[in-house]
């Protein structure tokens, strides 16, 4: 059972280990609600740390220069490698699309103004989704404390953080610079997969 505030029970089953000592588990992502805080954006840009990849999402100031607002999600190597497993398929269809002239390439931004106003969360699961020019993606989190639990039963508390809006080109560019990333990011024991 989940601690209070947690976030949603939903379904999990732990993944037999390829020889090593790492922990593999698929959630049922179908079971979660969507993120009550939404942002939209225009601009997209990705920072690595030591430790964390930064996605950047922002939303330009129309009647001036600068940024309205940025949001900054930061997650974790092994959250990224998991979330660029699960957009593979969603690649294939978009490169289609591109080649067919129906959707422009998109690309990251650097992003070295400072914006009017800024919020930093942390994200460890993500979905993708798009439909035409539209795209989104929903970011939840998975505490230490909720993984831990995952051998005591089937469940895992998934805590929903925020649905950000954003143009399907940007979307794609955010994608393929992490895979792009993926390869130098250091490996750790545990993976998610949905």
Do not use: W
């Not at 000592?21 to 601009?43: E, Q, Y």
């Not at 593979?88 to 129906?102: D, K, V």
């Not at 989190?141 to 080109?169: C, D, H, M, W």
Request: proline residues 5%; charged residues 20%.
């Amino acid at each position: 059972m989940a601690r209070i505030g947690e976030g949603h029970a939903v379904d999990v089953s732990i993944l037999p280990s390829k020889g090593g000592m790492s922990n593999h588990f698929a959630i049922d992502t179908s079971g979660l609600p969507v993120p009550d805080r939404r942002l939209s954006c225009d601009t997209v840009s990705l920072v690595r740390t030591d430790h964390v990849v930064k996605l950047l999402f922002a939303q330009r100031n129309v009647v001036s220069d600068g940024y309205l607002s940025v949001l900054i999600i930061q997650m974790s190597f092994e959250a990224v490698r998991s979330f660029i497993h699960t957009v593979n398929q969603l690649n294939n269809g978009i490169e289609e699309l591109e080649q067919q002239g129906r959707l422009q390439r998109g690309s990251l931004t650097e992003i070295k103004e400072k914006p009017d106003q800024s919020a930093v969360v942390t994200a460890s699961l993500v979905m993708a989704g798009y439909s035409g020019n539209d795209g989104c993606l929903d970011f939840y989190y998975l505490s230490p404390f909720s993984v831990q639990r995952i051998n005591l039963g089937n469940k895992v508390a998934v805590e929903p953080v925020v649905r950000v809006q954003l143009p399907t080109p940007l979307m794609v560019a955010l994608v393929r610079a992490l895979v792009e990333m993926a390869p130098s990011l250091p490996s750790m024991d545990s993976e998610v997969k949905s």
